[in-house]
């Protein structure tokens, strides 16, 4: 089981943008699910955006759409997060993970790979 670590995060004023990083331990040559998930304070987990790497689909929560984009770098087993005009509502704390099977999910049981979190604090 690949491990993840993530990496990134930080403070930003509105309008600005981050982008987070999320190093594997092992290959990500046989993982074909990529996401990001972010729980916001007093709020549940919630996906952000993934790419399932068989049908080369992309989505996006519809907040965030436009905005952020998730990519991939297969040859640094790297997933990262491009995150530009943030917003206050952006503010939480941001998760990486993979499932090796299966298509981009909500459920975040499906997910048997997780990085610890980065914080990412969206304020003037």
């Known amino acids: 089981q690949v491990q993840l670590v993530d990496s990134g995060g930080g403070l930003v004023q509105p309008g600005g943008s981050l982008k987070l990083s999320c190093a594997a331990n092992g290959s990500t040559a046989s993982i074909n699910a990529f996401a990001w998930f972010r729980q916001a304070p007093g709020k549940e987990r919630e996906l952000v955006a993934c790419f399932t790497v068989n049908t080369g689909t992309y989505d996006y929560q519809p907040s965030v759409k436009g905005r952020f984009t998730i990519s991939t770098d297969t040859a640094k087993n790297a997933l990262y997060l491009q995150m530009d005009s943030l917003n206050t509502d952006d503010t939480g704390v941001y998760y990486c993970?993979?499932?090796?099977?299966?298509?981009?999910?909500?459920?975040?049981?499906?997910?048997?790979?997780w990085g610890q979190g980065a914080q990412v604090t969206v304020s003037s």
């Open positions: 993970a993979v499932r090796r099977w299966g298509l981009c999910t909500s459920n975040q049981r499906a997910f048997s790979s």
